[in-house]
């Protein structure tokens, strides 16, 4: 994989879970950087649980949105306490 499909799925991810989290993307550098991040914890996520989503860009926007997404939530727990 290259660095510009990195980008993309960053980028795809972090801004959907943007909309689903808040309402709205963070930016463009913070949703990059949120959907990479989210796909390291996604593949974490999903590798735990046997769960193996198809090959290519479908399935890579798939496991990055959702770890992105439960990093948005575990950023949110932070803050309250």
Known sequence: M???YFLVVGLIAGW????VMK???YGVI????LGIL???VGGWIFGALGIWPGGGIIGSII???VGAV???WITRLI???
């Open 2 to 4: 290259n660095l510009f």
């Open 16 to 19: 959907l879970a943007g909309e």
């Open 23 to 25: 309402g709205g993307g």
């Open 30 to 33: 913070v949703d990059i950087i």
């Open 38 to 40: 989210g796909g390291v």
């Open 63 to 65: 496991v990055a949105f």
């Open 70 to 72: 439960v990093l948005v």
């Open 79 to 81: 803050k309250k306490a």
